[in-house]
Structures are given as C-alpha cells and as structure tokens.
C-alpha cells in the first residue's frame, strides 16, 4: 500500500513548511516514514556514547535529550494524526516541548534505549497511517491554533526527524576547544 501524495501546506501551519521541504522528492507517505525511519534508528545507534549527555552550549538539551524529543514530537503528531483520521473536531492544544525536554528523563537512559522507543514509536506510526484512505488523510482539523490533516501530520513527523539528524550533525558530533 502506499499513501501517494505530497501535504498542502495550507493544511499546517506556517512552520510546517520547513519540515515538508525536508522530505523534497518524495511523494509517498508511507515510504517516507519506512526510509526515514530506518536512517533514524540507525543514525542514533550511531552517535558517540561519548556524545550521549553533550550539551554544545550552556542550558541546551543533550543528545539524548533531541532524541527524546524526536520521540515525544512523533508520539504528539501521531495522536493528532489518528484525531483527524477519525474525524474528530476538537481543537487540540499545542505542546511546550522544552517542558517536554526537561521532564523527558533522559540521565539514565541509553542511546540504544532511546533507538528501539523510536523504532517503536516509528513503527505505530506506520500502522496507524497504513490504511488511511485519502479522505482520512486529508480531514481537516484544529491543532495549537491551526489547521492541520492527517497527511500533514505525517510530513512533519517525517521532516521533523530529517530536521534533527542534521541539528545533531551540525551542533553536537562537533570537538569541543578545551
């Protein structure tokens, strides 16, 4: 099965844009989410153990921290996504995700225990988008003020991982000066 097509960006909120241009090329959901999950889940188990409670500024997150927070974002756009899927109309509140972060309890976790949640997480994605026809996909409902679909959903979910494997590549797999 595949979920063809690429998400209307009147159908998110303005920042939703970054994110859809992050999977440019690709026009089908499900694959998206089956590749990008794949990179994801190895790019963690990648990362430096060293790395794991690297912060590259004071009062920034760690690594392990993006990765929770990768976690919990999917876990947020998911739900949305089976909302609107279902043709629920309640407006459903936005998420502070550095309370998100702080609350995350990330010190004695692993980086392998932060890959295969993902991989769970990832992997519920793709079940709940699995069948989802056109019009579950493109039911248009009410998040942090804006409007957004199922589909929508999935491309940020999908763009919001290719987003933070390139803030961990630039800011925090860098030598710090002593």
Known sequence: MSLNGRPNPEHASAY????????AGQTDLLAALEQN?????????SLPADKA??????????TKSVIAHVNDTERVFQFRALC???KD????????????????NTAGRTMEELA???EAIRAATI??????????LDFKGTANNNVLTARSAGWIIAGHAVHHIG??????LVEVEE
Not at 16 to 23: E, L, P
């Open 16 to 23: 939703a844009k970054y994110y859809f241009d992050r999977t």
């Open 37 to 45: 999950g794949k990179e994801m889940a190895a790019f963690i188990r």
């Open 53 to 62: 409670d690297f912060q590259y500024a004071e009062g920034k997150w760690t």
């Open 84 to 86: 609107f899927s279902r």
């Open 89 to 104: 109309t309640v407006h459903i509140p936005g998420f502070e995700e550095d309370y998100y972060a702080m609350h995350a």
């Open 116 to 118: 295969a949640e993902f």
């Open 127 to 136: 079940s709940l988008f699995r069948y989802m026809t056109d019009d579950m």
């Open 167 to 172: 803030i961990i590549k630039e800011r925090y």
